[in-house]
T-cell receptor, first 112, second 116 residues
Framework: GESVGLHLPTLSVQEGDNSIINCAYS??????FIWYKQESGKGPQFIID?????DKRQGQRVTVLLNKTVKHLSLQIAATQPGDSAVYFC???????????FGTGTRLKVLA | DARVTQTPRHKVTEMGQEVTMRCQPI?????VFWYRQTMMQGLELLAY????????DSGMPKDRFSAEMPDATLATLKIQPSEPRDSAVYFC??????????????FGEGSWLTVV
């Protein structure tokens, strides 16, 4: 079946360094992707999204890259801060459907 | 600051008891989802409503779970009778019509259920 998966379950980075969180998706028909951040005890929080007609989108300190050729999505966080420590999920959806498929999540740990 | 509101935030109950979780979607959102999150399964879709109509509840155990939207500002998820395996975090999320590409779903803070 179709699935969205993450390469690394846990990522540890030094405060101030850049973080890269990766996500592989298997449905080539997916045309919308979202990154969520989930802090302990809270619900998933929208970070940034990207449509399949783009390969890069930037927000405040975050950048999402989409490589449709290899079906790969990444989230880059610049100058990682302690407040960035959380679990990050990617999600995919296909236009015309209502279901989002969520990845299993990557835990980001920021080291002081 | 528009947000999805869920109650209760935490619930501990005994096996066999009825549990009702409530959700107020973001005003103007016509699409509501119920998800369950566990360490083993991640986020699982339980039910999906559009314009208050249940369009997909295939993810719910039919014998004990039920989901309704009595009105546009309230969605409920009920478990009767509850079992220890129902212990999880239940998230409500809402959106404008997600059939179109580019409609983000926004999550509530979750109802943390423990059945003992």
């Amino acid at each position: 079946g179709e699935s969205v998966g993450l390469h690394l379950p846990t990522l540890s980075v030094q405060e101030g360094d850049n973080s890269i969180i990766n996500c592989a998706y298997s449905n080539s028909a997916s045309d919308y992707f979202i990154w969520y951040k989930q802090e302990s005890g809270k619900g998933p929080q929208f970070i940034i999204d990207i449509r399949s007609n783009m390969d890069k989108r930037q927000g405040q300190r975050v950048t999402v890259l989409l490589n449709k050729t290899v079906k790969h999505l990444s989230l880059q966080i610049a100058a990682t801060q302690p407040g960035d420590s959380a679990v990050y999920f990617c999600a995919e959806k296909t236009s015309g459907t209502y279901k989002y498929i969520f990845g299993t999540g990557t835990r980001l740990k920021v080291l002081a | 600051d528009a947000r999805v509101t869920q109650t209760p935030r935490h619930k501990v109950t005994e096996m066999g008891q009825e549990v009702t979780m409530r959700c107020q979607p973001i005003l103007g959102h016509n699409t509501v989802f119920w998800y369950r999150q566990t360490m083993m399964q991640g986020l699982e879709l339980l039910a999906y409503f559009r314009n208050r109509a249940p369009l997909d509840d295939s993810g719910m155990p039919k014998d004990r779970f039920s989901a309704e939207m009595p009105d546009a500002t309230l969605a409920t998820l009920k478990i009767q009778p509850s079992e220890p395996r129902d212990s999880a975090v239940y998230f409500c999320a809402s959106s404008t019509d997600t059939r179109s590409s580019g409609n983000t779903i926004y999550f509530g803070e979750g109802s943390w259920l423990t059945v003992v």
